[in-house]
């Protein structure tokens, strides 16, 4: 049997970097691996479940979204058991779902405001990730979360300029700026290593743009700016 993946890749990232992150803010405990594993299948679900607001093969969907939804609901019992105020992270994840749901139903899956709605459940994600060691969210974990929602909104407005709204000045003139201000902003805050972790993507924004990328390439592209980004946020996250 083909399992049904999601179709968007850059997705997988937004998934793992957040919650990692919040690890790294605060600890391991054994329990973060049933909770990781129960998100990426939550997540899963959430591909077949929101088809089914087009109306077509909802048999198909349903079947799909249960096959993910329920071990994930099983898995993710684990850290809710330990950790029962878990529980306000997912609600605080509802209003963001809805408008995702919102925007599957209108068939606008790539409106900018769909985007940054995934973008904050995941980085809520990391938030729950962290507050799951020791029942607090440290400045770390806060830290990881505004760093998360902040550069994968840069990476929306990135690919937009690059593939879809690649002859929209409006979206040029709002990538550049974003990644003019966003350096900047850490630099002023005193997080140094921060602002060296968004320098590719300020670099890319304004050197690629126009460049005739194809939307394979600038996956690829992603792909290590995101690894980067982990890596520095990490050392700035303990230091």
Known sequence: MKLLLPKQHGAWFMLLVPFWLGVAASGFVWQ??????GWLLLYLSTYPMLLIFKGKKQAYYIKWTLIYFVP???????????????????????????????????????????????VTVFAIAGLASSYLYGAELTEGAWLGFAASILFFTGST????????????????????????????????????VAAIAFLPSSIRAYYLYGK???????????????????ILMVIQIVI
């Open 157 to 192: 407005f990135f690919v937009k300029t690059m593939v879809r709204e690649k002859k929209n000045i409006i979206y040029k003139r709002l990538s550049w700026i974003y990644h003019a201000l966003v350096p900047l902003a850490w630099i002023v805050s005193g997080y140094y």
């Open 72 to 118: 994930a609901l099983l898995l993710l019992l684990i850290p809710l058991w330990m950790r029962p105020a878990l529980i306000f992270f997912a609600l605080a994840m509802v209003p963001f779902f809805l408008i995702n749901s919102y925007f599957s139903w209108k068939k606008n899956e790539r409106a900018f405001l769909n985007d940054i709605s995934a």
């Open 212 to 230: 005739p990328w194809t939307a394979k390439q600038v996956g690829f592209l992603e792909i290590g700016n995101a690894i980067f980004f982990f």
């Open 32 to 37: 973060h691996i049933p909770f990781f594993i």
